[in-house]
């Protein structure tokens, strides 16, 4: 009878056992970590986005201070300018890229359209041009990734005054850039996305600071910097928590600051910060040291998790 016993225990204990383990199995299979590459993806694309359209709009404002010896960096590199064509009241321009940009980062064709009035000077407070990116197909040489870009901004300079002035009698200039881009990545995917943004620059020459702010306020989300859709259709909104401040010694690469993207479908957010070495190290802004990684902390659910992504 003892043993009997003993053997109907023995199975009770097995079976819970099982029972326990198949449960746990189950547990970790539903609390499994959530993929965050999308969320990786869509801080690549909006910082290959925001460092494409601000080198067309340095090289339309370099255009409009002059060109080469009165602007900032001089004319656009592989690139030809035409100013020929009047209509009505404005001024024509456009820029047609064919070959790498002056520091050998990116290749570019295509072209930048942008219209001024006749009489009027980029120089002066409130000046501003409409501003068009006609396939701007943009090839990263690092890694040999495109975009191209199509759409239209108004640039304008709130201010007044040109850049090459910064540091001889001007503290700061301030431009800000509102429009739509149609973003086509390498993959064959096209999205629109919208951008509200105001650069402030300081500084004198060859260490001028861009420091990168968001104006608009959509559907409550503020501070936004660009909203649209990401590559997989999902509404999506960038803020600016911290000012992005680009170096123009580090070729124009975000150096600090903070954004965040909201992801509202699943619940999803990924806060960028800016500013890290090889080694996942933070470089100072002061430094002459530029950084090369910026940090993404992503929530997905519930789940998190922390990555460096190489800019």
């Not at 340095?58 to 100013?83: F, Q, R």
């Not at 070959?99 to 050998?104: E, I, M, S």
Request: charged residues 20%; aromatic residues 8%; neutral net charge.
């Amino acid at each position: 009878m003892k043993t009997k016993n003993l053997i109907r225990f023995a199975a009770i204990l097995i079976a819970v056992v099982a029972f326990s383990v198949a449960g746990c199995k189950k547990d970790k299979t539903n609390d499994a970590t959530p993929d965050s590459s999308s969320m990786q993806q869509l801080s690549k694309d909006q910082n290959d986005v925001e460092t494409s359209s601000n080198d067309a709009m340095n090289d339309v404002s370099n255009v409009l201070s002059g060109g080469s010896g009165k602007s900032l960096e001089g004319w656009p590199c592989n690139a030809t300018i035409d100013s020929s064509k009047i209509v009505n009241d404005s001024i024509i321009f456009y820029i047609t890229y064919n070959g790498l940009n002056c520091n050998g980062t990116r290749e570019r064709t295509g072209q930048v359209e942008f219209k001024k009035r006749v009489g009027s000077h980029w120089g002066q407070p409130g000046a501003s041009v409409a501003l068009t990116f006609i396939n701007l197909k943009i090839t990263k040489i690092s890694n040999g990734k495109s975009l191209t870009l199509n759409g239209n901004t108004i640039f304008t300079n709130v201010s007044g005054g040109l850049l090459i002035n910064l540091g001889e009698g001007l503290t700061s200039i301030v431009h800000t850039a509102v429009g739509t881009l149609q973003a086509t990545f390498d993959d064959g995917t096209t999205r629109t996305w919208n951008i509200d943004r105001k650069r402030t620059f300081t500084g004198t020459q060859g260490q001028i600071l861009m420091t990168v702010d968001g104006l608009a306020t959509i559907n409550g989300y503020n501070n936004l910097l660009v909203w649209g859709e990401n590559r997989n259709g999902e509404d999506f909104y960038t803020q600016i928590n911290q000012s992005v401040v680009h170096k123009q010694a580090c070729d124009w690469e975000p150096a600090t600051g903070v954004m965040v993207h909201q992801v509202p479908a699943g619940n999803k957010k990924v806060t960028v910060t800016f500013g890290f070495d090889d080694n996942n190290n933070p470089v100072p802004i002061t430094s002459n040291e530029c950084p090369t990684r910026y940090r993404i902390d992503w929530e997905i659910n519930g789940h998190s998790g922390t990555a460096y992504i190489e800019m």
